[in-house]
């Protein structure tokens, strides 16, 4: 028990806790992680195969359309960034320049050092709130044996 502390300063204690608690997660929300930008790539990714296939199915659409009557600018068929999502599958498949420059980036720390310093916080919290309580609860109990030496 922190019996040298008054309540009041572990209620201090407590609210300068949960401020750094959302501090930290508003740090993250800036900052990101590692593990973030990885699923932002693979969401970038997703997203490459989803206009690949929409650009190779609509120009089978014109091609059917089409005939042999004559030839059509394929390019106007085309989704907006099918160039880019190309570019992406490529090098996906083959030196992976972007995920490289996504891994050698510095993201200032983990999602795992995050996580830490976030339960290690909550765990601090979370002690205090129990030694508030107990203070509540024994003061409580000699309320309780001053009225029952009352008797």
């Known amino acids: 028990m922190r019996m040298t502390e008054t ?7 407590r609210m ?25 790539y693979d969401g970038l990714l997703a997203d490459a195969y989803k206009t690949r296939e929409l650009g190779l199915d609509t120009q089978v659409h014109r091609l059917k359309n089409i005939g042999r009557v004559g030839t059509l600018n394929f390019e106007r068929g085309l989704p907006p960034n099918f160039q880019d999502a190309i570019w992406l599958i490529e090098d996906h498949d083959g030196p992976q320049t972007l995920r490289n420059r996504v891994l050698e980036a510095d993201y200032g720390w983990t999602l795992e050092g995050y996580q830490a310093e976030i339960a290690k916080k909550q765990r601090a919290i979370n002690s205090i709130d129990v030694e508030i309580n107990q203070r509540v609860i024994d003061g409580m109990q000699q309320k309780i044996d001053e009225l029952k030496g009352a008797d």
Do not use: G
């Open 7 to 13: 309540t009041e300063d572990l209620q201090s204690s």
């Open 16 to 40: 300068a806790l949960i401020e750094s608690v959302r501090q930290a997660k508003n740090k993250r929300t800036h900052d990101k992680t590692l593990e973030d930008a990885l699923d932002a």
